[in-house]
């Protein structure tokens, strides 16, 4: 086995004042699209430096950026839109007007300019509304002491810690440098939120002692179909089983109850009752409606006994949906990265992996979801993965956020009803392998596969690259 490392020196800070000498260039994470091969610096000063085409292997020091962004900007995210040509946005958050809104700005990447543009966004919800001195969307909540944001194809998800709330929206190309932002569904938290994921379709909030599973096609419109006339909007890709019944009501759009939600017309000339069947997903049947009908955001409840969410614990409990009967000093979910469209790995605060599994279909399981320990002898504190779902054994690479990274291979990828039901922890452990050491000689802040053999690493001072063959 040769391993091939590279070394890279970090730029200067690029808003550093020419008044006062500049300080040793300091990073505090980035973030790697390997889809536009497209990398952002995190600057101690909250600033951020983009790079399109990034190849570690073949520069020796970075060059000036394509796009600088400036300070503040409290979170970001690379958010691929396939609909239907695939483009790589950049999307940032920064407080506003003394903190009491969120400022959102999109950055399209010019693969013939290798830069990023800042894109006008179209918006057409009370909530939204684009500033063009600032070149951003103006979103009419509290920005608080922190925000999240993650992404995936075409939907990104806004976390707030201070208002205690999750935001899904959907964005869509409109040609050129412009976009539409859409917002589909809220979720009050009730429970406190460590960590976020947004892939694959699915929604992941990070709680005390587990994950709760949010699947994204309930709280998105759908599909339009038509059916003896009738148009139907399906969300769970045409499934027929327990057809969704609908009611009018002069009830409250956006709100659910247990199983049951009212949603209305755009316009809101409508008002129905949306029930949603016992295979969890949507499907809703709307007489007398034209194609063109859209419908408003859903709003939920984090901690709801029923409906779409299910919660799944690092260690066993009766409820499948509570997580508030658990220790004080119980293990929270830090950090989730997806293997595969059914396999997720979940970080704790111990140190501990897991792996999450998703039922590829739920109809006929009571148990959808189960989760397994993976073993390894290493108090984790970074780790990342690439998504591959044409393998069952992975590469994950792990670190103790000191000098040593970790390459290991996951190999038992499989979990029955049987083994989750099993009374022998042992039995419960997914087994790994270590399959190469790296000792970086600066202390690990972040790290990131480029590949399934390939790792960026990003030290106080440089940034390394390390291959695998």
């Known amino acids: ?261 009212e949603i209305s017309a755009a316009d809101g000339s409508k008002l129905m009752e949306l029930k949603f069947p016992s295979n969890g997903v949507l499907d809703e049947r709307v007489e007398n409606r034209t194609e063109s009908a859209k419908l408003r955001s859903v709003r939920l409840r984090q901690d709801s006994r029923e409906g779409i969410a299910n919660f799944v614990a690092f260690k066993n409990k009766d409820d499948n949906f509570e997580s508030i009967k658990i220790p004080v000093k119980s293990a929270k979910a830090i950090g989730i990265q997806a293997l595969s469209s059914t396999r997720f790995l979940i970080l704790d605060s111990e140190g501990n992996l897991h792996l999450l599994f998703l039922a590829t279909s739920v109809h006929g399981s009571e148990t959808p979801y189960s989760m397994k320990q993976l073993t390894h002898n290493m108090k984790v504190r970074k780790f990342t993965v690439l998504p591959d779902s044409s393998t069952r054994a992975q590469t994950v690479w792990i670190s103790d956020a000191l000098h040593t990274v970790h390459m290991i291979a996951v190999t038992d990828m499989d979990a029955s009803v049987n083994q989750t039901d099993c009374k022998d922890p042992a039995e419960k452990l997914v087994q790994t392998s270590v399959v190469q050491a790296i000792f970086s000689s600066e202390k690990v802040q972040e790290i990131a596969a480029l590949s399934a053999n390939t790792i960026l690493l990003l030290g106080q001072g440089s940034m390394f690259a390390y291959a695998i063959s």
């Open 1 to 261: 086995m040769v391993v091939e490392a590279h070394q890279l020196f970090l730029p200067k800070p690029p808003f550093s004042s020419p008044s006062f000498p500049s300080p040793p260039p300091h990073f505090s994470s980035f973030l790697f699209h390997p889809s536009s091969l497209s990398l952002a610096l995190f600057h101690s000063d909250s600033s951020i430096s983009l790079y399109s085409s990034f190849s570690p292997f073949s520069i020796s020091s970075f060059p000036p950026p394509q796009t600088t962004l400036p300070p503040p900007i409290s979170a970001a995210a690379f958010l691929l839109l396939r609909n239907p040509n695939p483009i790589t946005l950049f999307l940032i958050s920064s407080p506003i007007s003394g903190g009491s809104a969120v400022l959102l700005r999109f950055y399209i990447l010019n693969s013939a300019r290798k830069s990023f543009t800042p894109a006008k966004v179209v918006c057409n919800h009370s909530d939204f509304k684009f500033d063009e001195s600032k070149f951003g969307v103006v979103f009419g909540v509290s920005h608080g002491v922190s925000v999240k944001l993650v992404a995936d194809v075409n939907v990104f998800a806004l976390y707030s810690i201070s208002n205690g709330k999750v935001w899904v929206f959907a964005v869509k190309h409109l040609g050129g440098e412009e976009l539409k932002l859409m917002k589909y569904a809220v979720i009050d938290c009730s429970l406190p939120v460590f960590s976020i994921s947004v892939s694959f379709g699915v929604l992941i909030l990070g709680e005390d002692n587990g994950v709760r599973v949010f699947p994204l096609r309930p709280l998105v419109k759908g599909r339009v179909k038509k059916e003896r006339g009738a148009n139907k909007k399906s969300l769970n890709g045409g499934l027929e089983k327990d057809k969704m019944e609908i009611k009018k009501l002069p009830l409250r759009n956006g709100m659910i109850h247990g199983i049951n939600a």
